[in-house]
């Protein structure tokens, strides 16, 4: 599922002396010994501002070690987590600059951020369909590992876990949700169903879609579908469809599709208030019978085939 982000990556920062404090949070981090192996702490941000601590830790999974980039606004709290999956270029390609920029706005916005090396766990730094129909199976119990780990931060709220991906991130995204009920939401761009998986998925969490309506890596028919799943379930989910947009986003659409992310997972894993009688309204209760939104700007049922990205 190797694609092109057509975004603007933002650098990664670079490290800044007399953080103390920061770097004390890092050293936190590091004290998950039952599961983190290595963290080394730098402060990033977008433009080198400060807003968020960047430490690379790791967990095993199968006996093998996961790495993993967690990136997280400063200070105290229990925030939500989100898991941030690449696609098929692995960690080295533009698809993972694009992001880790979306892992530090993340941060940012006050959620820990954890851009996962899943394809650690099967020896791969790039992959091809064929590859990635054999071995999603193997990443998602790398993920579910990854949630594991996760919740083991003392900065994680362990009840609020999200999920988001890009291209095969979204894919894996909506793999992890269908299979592990601790996921409370996920955003995908240009996701789909792997083929072996479609048929069994019997649940699915809160789930944004964003697609470009000419993605030429992954046609907009692969997102339809999902959506049509998304309904025949009950979900509370939402399709975007981006007029004239491929496979990621460019500088004028990139930073709506960063907005709609931050209210989607806002909504759907931060706490929030009683109601009368303590109770939500149908259509806000995550996962309920509500009826399903979808959005289509101007949309498009492009079927040709494609290969993922």
Partial sequence: MTGVAHGT????????????ARFALAATTCALAVVAIRCAGRVVGPGGDLRVLSTDTAFTSGG?????????????????????????DGVAGSGASYVRRYAQELASHGYVAYVVHYFDRTGDTRTDDPREDAEFRVWTSTLEDAITFAQHDPAVNPARVGVFGYSLGA????????????????????????????????????????????DDVVPLAKALA?????????????????????????????????????????????????????????????????????TRAGAATGAAAGQRP
């Fill in 9 to 20: 990556g933002r650098a990664r920062g670079r490290g800044v002396p007399r953080l103390r």
């Fill in 171 to 214: 894919w894996m995204g909506l793999a992890l949700g269908a299979e592990d009920r601790r996921v409370g939401a996920v955003v995908g761009i240009g996701s789909g169903f792997f083929d072996a998986l479609r048929p069994t998925v019997r649940r699915l969490p809160p789930t944004l879609l964003l697609h470009g309506q000419d």
């Fill in 226 to 294: 999902v959506d049509s799943t998304l309904r025949r379930l009950g979900v509370v989910h939402e399709l975007v469809v981006y007029p004239g947009q491929k496979h990621g986003f460019d500088d004028a659409k990139d930073p709506d599709a960063r907005a709609r992310t931050l209210r989607f997972f806002d909504r759907e894993l931060r706490p929030r208030r009683f109601f009368a009688f303590g109770r939500r309204p149908a259509a806000a209760r995550a996962g309920g019978s509500a009826p399903a939104e979808s």
């Fill in 64 to 88: 093998v070690r996961i790495a993993v980039e967690r990136v997280a606004p400063p200070g105290g709290g229990r925030r939500p987590a989100i898991l941030v999956l690449h696609p098929s």
